[in-house]
């Protein structure tokens, strides 16, 4: 469900999408608002779900992570609805897993999988993936490079009355 939003609301939204350090006085003078108004719309935004969390984006080649992986899963077609709740939590538990999706065609799931090295992602296929009950077919696609990778969304499509 929506909220209605003004620009001023998204102007707000766009700043945080670029750095929710800022202060709100930052902010606020930059929407043209003094900071308590300002301050009651992010409140406002972060009640409502808009603003869903503020965190830290970190490099993950930085810390060591120079492998991405993307994984495609296929499950058994006779498999039980059990076996998908093995999987996800299989899925919560694994912390190389970075973003799981469920889709809707010839692919279950979609994961994308951040690790050290060929070696750090083989040990998760084995004797983490693999094991699941009902995994059919396992795909493995390894990014060679980003050519772009954003949180951002796309905030001048949301209509505005």
Known sequence: MQTDLDKTDLAILSWLQRDSSASVAEIAESVGLSQSPCW??????????????????????????????????RFARDSAGATLGNF?????????????????????????????????????????????PGVRDINSTIALSTVKSTTALPLEMVPVP
Do not use: N
Request: net charge positive; with cysteine.
């Open 40 to 73: 009651r719309r992010i409140q406002r935004l972060e009640q409502t779900g808009i603003i869903s969390e503020r965190v830290a984006l970190l490099d993950r080649r930085k810390l060591g992570f120079s492998l991405q992986v993307f994984v495609q899963v």
């Open 88 to 132: 996800e939590a299989a899925i919560h538990a694994a912390p190389e897993v970075v973003e799981c999706f469920m889709l809707m065609g010839d692919v279950d799931f979609l994961l994308r999988v951040v690790t050290r090295d060929v070696d750090s992602y083989e040990r998760f296929l084995r004797h983490t993936l693999a094991k699941v």
